[in-house]
């Protein structure tokens, strides 16, 4: 069975800091690109970071681009985002992704979110 949790939400101040993770299990953790994405309210999901595949190069939304990192820990079948000088506009529900893509199918999992909010 299939499990994709996050853990690390919270409140931060604008300029803090947090540090996402999400634990995945029942499938094969290096053979998924893992990424993060976020959905404020009133707004599309939108992709925050991803490395795929786990270890390999990361990439990131020019919003979030030096400010936040993206690692894994394949021994233990975990993703992290490390969030740096958070500001307002970060604050949203952040979800942890799992996607495997080949010639005759696609897999996707995801995780049900753990809410940031940045505020004073």
């Known amino acids: 069975q299939v499990h994709v949790v996050e853990s690390g939400g919270g409140l931060v101040q604008p300029g803090g800091s947090l540090r996402l993770s999400c634990a995945a299990s029942?499938?094969?953790?290096?053979?998924?690109?893992m990424s993060w994405y976020r959905q404020a309210p009133g707004k599309e999901r939108e992709l925050v970071a991803a490395i795929r595949p786990p270890g390999g190069s990361a990439n990131y939304a020019d919003s979030t681009k030096g400010r936040f990192t993206i690692s894994t820990d394949n021994a233990k079948n975990t993703v992290y985002l490390q969030m740096n000088s958070l500001k307002p506009e970060d604050t949203a529900v952040y979800f942890c992704n799992a996607e495997r893509v080949g010639v005759t199918y696609v897999d996707v999992y995801w995780g049900q979110g753990t809410q940031v909010t940045v505020s004073s």
């Open positions: 029942g499938f094969t953790f290096s053979n998924y690109a």
